[in-house]
């Protein structure tokens, strides 16, 4: 059964940073397409980030300059490293992705990230 599974949230103060992981297991294939998600309480989940099979990535303006986008293919796994993080960074961070040679998207479970004034 595929899975993405996230990790590293947690709770830091402003200032900090953070790396979330997105580990895919239960597939010997490969992730093509990546992103981040995020959803603060009593809000929608927003796009913030993400990395598409050829290597673009597109950030929203709020986390540019601050989060990086990255894939490592050898360990199957999508991070976001986070700097400069502000208390408006806090929500439950989502990941997804899609495998080459298949068409679903998969999320995973979510981790929540604090982030203390």
């Known amino acids: 059964q595929v899975q993405l599974m996230e990790s590293g949230g947690g709770l830091v103060q402003a200032g900090g940073s953070l790396r979330l992981s997105c580990t895919a297991s239960?597939?010997?294939?490969?992730?093509?397409?990546g992103g981040w998600y995020r959803q603060a309480p009593g809000k929608e989940r927003d796009m913030i980030a993400t990395?598409?099979?050829?290597?673009?990535?597109y950030y929203t303006d709020s986390v540019k300059d601050r989060f990086t986008i990255s894939r490592d293919g050898a360990k199957n796994t999508v991070y976001l490293q986070m700097n400069s993080l502000k208390p408006e960074d806090t929500a439950v961070y989502y990941c997804n992705a899609n495998f080459f040679g298949l068409s679903r998207i998969y999320w995973g479970q979510g981790t929540q990230v604090t982030v203390s004034s």
């Open positions: 239960g597939t010997g294939l490969q992730i093509a397409a």
């Open positions: 990395i598409s099979s050829g290597g673009r990535i």
